[in-house]
């Protein structure tokens, strides 16, 4: 009886240990900074954090060892058998979280694919507080998940937050430098804001990383366009060209250009190829007209 007694204090001051220490670390996990996780993700982090922790200190204390009954008998006391089916029942439902936290994360880049399809299509439909949720959560997934930090960048770019869209092309940039979409995009905010040297600078960039996009070469020319340098302008207008011949919104900026620069011989092929790809163009007679009054 007196060893009894002797083994059910041994037990008590061990998991009064066990407690202390756990306890200690408990404050840990309530600081973890995990707003930007859904609240399914939350729930899970916390609880695996805290299901990890106390099977630590148990394998430390090597506590189950006090519960185990010699001979597989039972000591006939009822509060170790208590316990002792307490810290059975632990470990099965740790070993459960593990296995079903293995199969969870099977299929992450499937769930991130669908939560990036969904948030394109709400950005599609001008839902844009529910496609900017969709966003984060896919990047809840992926801390590096470039596809939906463009999407909610494009999505920022779209409502004109430009303090937010620029953050996420910079991070974007940062993550790879070769990022020529994200150098085009910072080039359009520089250029909403007036920054015309800016927006070059970063078009210029967008352009060395990829030379094979019409659409950069026109950003390009147009901010020499407005910066006054016409010559230059035109020099990209026909750089676009070259990629996309038949683009009826190139050939008729190229012909403008030429024309207010009088050039007519390089207006001239630009008007007849415009003539074949859009011939109900209706700025085709004034062209013809100018033309013809050109030296």
């Keep these: ?21 756990i306890s200690k670390k408990f404050p840990i996990i309530s600081s973890i ?17 805290m299901e990890g922790r106390l099977k630590r200190k148990l394998e430390v204390f090597n506590i189950k060892k006090y519960f185990e009954p010699s001979g597989g008998e039972s000591t006939g006391i009822p509060v170790i058998q208590k316990i002792r089916n307490f ?12 296995s079903e936290a293995e199969v969870e994360e099977l299929p992450n880049e499937k769930r991130k694919t669908i939560l990036l399809a969904e948030a394109e299509s709400l950005a599609d439909k001008d839902q844009d507080a529910e496609a900017e949720q969709k966003f984060i959560e896919a990047i809840s997934l992926d801390a590096r998940y470039k ?24 991070y974007l940039i940062k993550i790879n430098a070769t990022d020529d ?24 960039q967008s352009i060395s990383l990829n030379n094979r996009v019409a659409g950069y070469q026109v950003d390009l020319a147009e901010v020499y366009q407005a910066k006054g340098e016409q010559d230059k302008a035109l020099e990209h207008f026909q750089e676009a060209l070259k990629l996309e011949p038949n683009n009826p919104r190139y050939l008729d900026l190229a012909i403008e250009m030429a024309i207010a620069l009088e050039k007519p011989d390089v207006a001239r092929p630009y008007i ?3 003539k074949e790809v859009n011939p109900d163009n209706k700025k085709l007679k004034e062209y013809r007209k100018v033309l013809s009054k050109a030296k």
Excluded: N, P
């Design 272 to 274: 007849d190829k415009l």
């Design 1 to 21: 009886m007196i060893l009894d007694f002797i083994a059910i204090g041994v037990i008590i001051v061990c998991l009064g240990g066990v407690i202390y220490l």
């Design 181 to 204: 979409t994200s150098y085009e995009h910072l080039g359009q905010i520089a250029k909403s804001q007036g920054d015309l040297a800016e927006a070059e600078k970063d078009y210029l």
């Design 87 to 98: 810290l059975k029942e632990m470990e099965q439902r740790y070993q459960k979280k593990v």
């Design 147 to 170: 596809e939906a930090y463009h999407g909610l960048a494009d999505l920022y770019l779209k409502k004109k937050d430009y303090d937010h869209a620029k953050e996420i092309f910079k």
């Design 33 to 49: 900074d995990i707003q930007k996780l859904s609240k399914h993700k939350q729930e899970k982090v916390k609880s695996e954090l």
